[in-house]
């Protein structure tokens, strides 16, 4: 570039483009051609009358060896668990318009719907019965159910009140009552539920299905898949 002229304080300076030395992305650390090059140094300015004992390098060689295995299986297993993430993202993203059994025995549903749940009990039961129950608790519909072994037993409520007339559109429960051991108890109801969306990233990272109704759970937490 030309110099400034004009007679200025600045006369015979001239402007020179300042070079950015660009990081090689070591950002300082050690690598392992450093490490030997500092080695040789040592060997090559080491004291002929007390040379470094052949133990002593050893142990240096193998703890960096030991340092650089360690760093490099933590890239490993970051690359790992990227992958598992975008399997992962892939999986729930196939489950958008199926239904998921979850461990919860509320539920939203549309009117003329059907609602699949399933009853959980670890001892067998008599007396059993289903009750429907809407927002405000009250039984708008009595499945009896009779006697049960222990085990798992699925359902479908088809939707109709005692009354034979459609549910209106809202939230429900179901809510399962039978005698065990003689005693009166709850026994554990489970409900598929429709998946309408994923979130990929929810709280914590965790990949996360938007259900019917308005709740959400983590993706962890689905207990089976049903085709419908």
């Not at 809407?134 to 699925?154: H, K, L, M, R």
Request: charged share 20%; no cysteine.
């Amino acid at each position: 570039m030309e110099s400034v002229t004009g007679g200025s304080p600045l006369e015979g300076m001239r402007w020179q483009k300042e070079e950015v030395k660009v990081s090689d992305g070591n950002q300082g650390m050690l690598t392992q051609e450093d490490f030997f090059a500092l080695l040789t140094q040592e060997l090559a300015h080491q004291d002929p009358t007390n040379p470094t004992d052949n133990n002593e390098m050893i142990s240096q060689m193998t703890a960096f060896s030991t340092t650089d295995g360690v760093s490099q299986l933590n890239e490993q297993f970051t690359n790992f668990a990227t992958s598992m993430s975008s399997s992962q993202a892939l999986q729930a993203s196939s489950l958008v318009g199926r239904s998921v059994l979850v461990d919860d025995n509320v539920f939203g549903m549309s009117t003329g719907e059907e609602v699949k749940g399933k009853l959980v009990t670890d001892q067998p039961a008599s007396n059993v019965n289903i009750y429907v129950e809407n927002a405000a608790g009250e039984i708008i519909q009595t499945v009896p159910v009779g006697n049960v072994e222990s085990g798992e037993f699925g359902f479908t409520w088809n939707g109709m009140t005692s009354a034979g007339e459609p549910a209106a559109e809202g939230a429900y429960r179901f809510r399962i009552a039978g005698l065990v051991d003689g005693q009166a108890s709850e026994i554990q109801a489970m409900t598929y539920r429709k998946v309408d969306s994923v979130t990929l990233a929810g709280a914590g990272g965790n990949i996360v299905l938007n259900l019917n109704g308005g709740s959400s759970m983590a993706l962890i937490d689905v207990v089976e898949v049903s085709e419908s």
